[in-house]
Structures are given as C-alpha cells and as structure tokens.
C-alpha cells in the first residue's frame, strides 16, 4: 500500500487496567513515527496521572464515561457505547476505528473501516481456566463479542493460539489475521541478582497467583510478585508466601525486571503475555506455564511447568538458581527470540491491515455497498 492510502489519524480504544494500555501507547508511538495520529478514547476507570501524561504525549487522550464489558452485568449499560464512538469519531476526523474490545463495534453504525483487536474476553478466558462455557448470565458477552466480530473489517489476534481459541469459541472467523504484540523496552545491560520476579493483575485467577505463591517457599531465591491483589469489582488475592510488591509503575516494573535473574508466569490463559517479553528483553531467564500461547512464542528458549503443580514452577526456579551457566543461556536464548516481536513488524503489520480494510472500505462506499 502506497503511503497516501494509509489512515493519517485513528481513533483507538484502550483503558488502564490492564496490559491493553501499555499496547495502546507502544503502538501508537510506532505509528506516529510512520505519520498515523492516534486518539485515544479511554474506558472504564480512569487512568492515573503518569497515565494521561504518557497518553498526551503520544496522542490526544479522550475519556469515556461507559464501562469495560467485563466489568458489568448488565448489556445495557453498553448501549451508548457506538453512538459515543461515532460522535468522537466525527469531532476528530478519524478515518480508522482501532477497537481493543471486540464488543466496541456491536452496532456501530459508521461509514468508517473497522478493525477489532482481540486481546481477551471473557469467553476465551472461561475456555482456558474454567474449561467451560460462560455462565448463562454472562452469554450476553458472548452474543455482542459477536456481534463485533461480524461488523470488523479486520479482527486481529496476538497469537495463533489465540486466534484458535476465538474459533472454537465463537466458531467461523473468516477475516482474523495474527499480528504479535512488541515492547518498546529497551533495556540497558546491569548485573543480574538472584532473585524471581512475577508480574499480573494476581486479582484475576487467569494469572494463577496461588500457584506461584505456593511455590515460594521451595525457591532457593526470594521471590517477588509485582502488581495489583484487588480488582475493579472487588476481586482479591492475599499473597501470603511470596514477596507481595503491590501495584508499581511501568517504570519502576522495569527497573526491577533489569536485575531480575528469573522471571517467571504461571498463567492459565495468556493470549500473548508482554511481561515475558519484556523480561526476555531484559535477559531473564524465563520459567513459564506450560500453556498453548507460551509453546507458540518461547519453546525451546524457556523451561515450562504443569500450571496446576506448584513443585513443577519450583523445581524449574531452582533449576535455573542452581545453575548460572544453564540461565546465562536460556537468557541468551530468550532475548534472541525476543528479537522476532520488534515494534517495527507489528507496526508494519498493522499499518497494511489498516491500509487494505481502508482501501476496501471506500471501493464498497463507491459501488453503493454502504450507505
């Protein structure tokens, strides 16, 4: 695609709960460098101050008043939710929809190009760590993920283990392609320490906290888990074995994981995982669940564990802490692997999906195919 067919400005969604704001902004800096403005429109709880300073300096930040969907239990507290995006889209001239939640383009009435990216859900997330469907009163989550999945021009996956975890949830998607998620991290070189950092919302049981804090007191090094116990509607994990250092910010989360010598997730359900990334970059050894995603980006560069068995992530730990030879390679190993998931290909990937659903979109509104 020629330059000139690329979208100029974007309208993206995001929030600051979890993972999908540190995609948001590392995106949005590699697009801007490539002439894309972004703005952001926020949901859910609002971000901290750090938050909408870093947003400001990458895009213009715009925050809704309207919920994430899987923080309500009612489908109508979302109905306003597209005509929202579409008078934002119109104030600012967007010519892209960015939507990191699929339930976003439920009944979107734009004339507009859609591309839905699909970080999680809750469909999937029930998949991987209940084994079952969504409860019935949760179905309504599954009918409007759906719902947008249909309306997308693009749907984007940040993994083929994702990707198949969308089709056997939801069944036929015939538009989903794979792009892999990247960091922006880059680290400088300092003396490793013995010690194991985690990180992750340890409130959501997708990030199988018990696990690793039942494991810490068979670690041979102290081990730290880094990130928020309470969740937005009262979710809450007591670590009580391992090292617990709460809530920290990205910054602070990087300096640590520089010196961290392993750097272990035993998720249940990870559709990408940035914080491997991320520790890879900073030549950490990697300890991880053995689960689809973790297999499709890390095998043979990461010693993996039977999620469910706290002796496994042990013995895996003390493997590595026993060993400064076998962890200087696997860290070797694992920042070279690290080196497939740059910014520069997962923007360039981007640009072209945002480049063809555009083109396409505008040769539909020339034959009459929208209105």
């Given at each position: ?243 617990n250092l709460g ?21 249940l359900y990870e ?25 499709e980006l890390w ?73």
């Amino acid at each position: 695609m020629t330059i000139a067919e690329r979208p100029r400005r974007i309208l993206m969604t995001m929030d600051a709960v979890g993972g999908v704001w540190r995609y948001a902004m590392d995106l949005a800096r590699g697009l801007r460098l490539l002439g894309v403005e972004t703005i952001f429109a926020g949901f859910g709880p609002l971000p901290s101050q750090a938050q909408s300073a870093e947003a400001d300096k990458i895009g213009t930040l715009v925050w809704l008043e309207a919920p994430l969907d899987w923080t309500i239990d009612s489908e109508n507290q979302l109905e306003p939710i597209s005509g929202l995006l579409a008078e934002l889209a119109l104030a600012h001239s967007a010519e892209l929809l960015h939507l990191n939640l699929p339930s976003q383009a439920a009944g979107l009435a734009v004339a507009l190009p859609v591309v839905v990216v699909s970080h999680s859900c809750v469909v999937t997330w029930f998949d991987a760590v209940r084994d079952s469907d969504v409860p019935p009163d949760w179905l309504w989550q599954k009918h409007r993920n759906h719902m947008g999945f249909q309306r997308a021009e693009a749907i984007v996956a940040p993994s083929r283990s994702h990707a198949a975890s969308l089709r056997r949830c939801y069944g036929r998607l015939n538009n989903i392609e794979v792009v892999y998620n990247s960091s922006h991290f880059a680290p400088a070189r300092v003396p490793k320490e013995d010690f194991v950092l985690a990180a992750g919302r340890w409130w959501d049981d997708g990030k199988n906290a018990a696990v690793l804090d039942a494991a810490a007191p068979l670690v041979l090094w102290p081990v730290f888990m880094a990130g928020p116990v309470r969740g937005p509607n009262g979710q809450y994990f007591a670590i009580e074995r391992a090292t617990n250092l709460g809530e920290l910010g990205h910054a602070e989360l990087m300096t640590l994981m520089v010196k961290a010598g392993i750097f272990v997730s035993p998720s249940l359900y990870e559709p990408f995982g940035l914080a491997a990334l991320e520790a890879a970059r900073a030549g950490a050894a990697l300890v991880l669940a053995d689960i689809g995603t973790y297999r499709e980006l890390w095998d043979g560069v990461a010693l993996f564990c039977d999620p469910r068995d706290r002796r496994s992530f042990a013995d895996a730990i003390n493997r590595f802490a026993g060993d400064a030879g076998l962890r200087a390679e696997y860290a070797v190993k694992a920042r070279a692997r690290a080196r497939n998931f740059s910014a520069e290909a997962q923007c360039k990937a981007m640009i072209d999906i945002y480049s063809r659903v555009a083109v396409e979109t505008c040769n539909f509104a020339a034959t009459g195919a929208i209105s």
